[in-house]
């Protein structure tokens, strides 16, 4: 299938290594944040999210940081794997409306074997 | 469990024709329901979202419509194709009342020709 990840910026890692991808969002009122990964020609999945009230929430390998005074979310994989090979997405909850949220322009992981 | 499905996985159609998508969203009960496109290379653009039967909230002017028939079914459409109608369509579907986790169908893959 066509690559989603044709003209997005690219971050490459060794097998093994941590990743951490970076993401600046823009309304200091969004008060919910979730990271999606999204393989080729497909649609993409939920990793995981965070409120506005923590500053860090772990899953299986993955991390996710909040900083709200720079507005800045990352996404951390630990031991990143050939399969993690993805586009992620942040997304942020919308101002105007409670019902939409508003996704990142994305960034491609590679991972080198 | 929940289970959402998008057809068909690719389609190809010339300027000028008609358009219809169609998703469905099973094991659950009012969900909100959105249509994204996601031209190659980039991130995901809001179509439509509805929060319920005969709801539709349109993001984006443009060449497409969208419908809620059923509870659970959401259709996008269109009279006439552009060149620039091109692209991945996606179907997601969140938990009513709240913007959180959306989860996303396979997608269709549409080429307009």
């Known amino acids: 299938g066509e690559s989603v990840g044709l003209h997005l910026p690219t971050l490459s890692v060794q097998e093994g290594d941590n990743s951490i991808i970076n993401c600046a969002y823009s309304n200091s009122a969004s008060d919910y944040f979730i990271w999606y990964k999204q393989e080729s020609g497909k649609g993409p999945q939920f990793i995981i999210d965070i409120r506005s009230n923590m500053d860090k929430r772990q899953g299986q390998r993955v991390t996710v940081l909040l900083n709200k005074t720079v507005k800045h979310l990352s996404l951390q994989i630990a031991a990143t794997q050939p399969g993690d090979s993805a586009v992620y997405f942040c997304?942020?909850?919308?101002?105007?409306?409670?019902?939409?949220?508003?996704f990142g322009s994305g960034t491609r992981l590679l991972v080198r074997p | 469990s929940q289970t959402i499905h998008q057809w068909p996985a690719t389609l190809v159609q010339p300027v000028g024709s008609p358009l219809s998508l169609e998703c469905t969203v099973e094991?659950?009960?009012?969900?909100?329901l959105y249509w994204y496109r996601q031209a190659a290379g980039r991130g995901l653009q809001l179509l439509f979202y509805s929060v319920g039967i005969g709801q539709i909230s349109s993001e984006v002017p443009q060449n497409l419509s969208a419908s809620r028939p059923q509870d659970r079914q959401f259709i996008l459409s269109s009279k006439k194709l552009l060149l620039s109608d091109s692209g991945f369509y996606l179907c997601?579907?969140?938990?009513?009342?709240?913007?959180?986790?959306?989860?996303f169908g396979p997608g269709t893959r549409l080429t307009v020709t």
């Open positions: 997304a942020e909850n919308s101002r105007d409306s409670s019902y939409k949220l508003i």
């Open positions: 094991g659950t009960s009012n969900p909100n």
């Open positions: 997601a579907w969140s938990v009513p009342d709240t913007v959180y986790e959306q989860y």
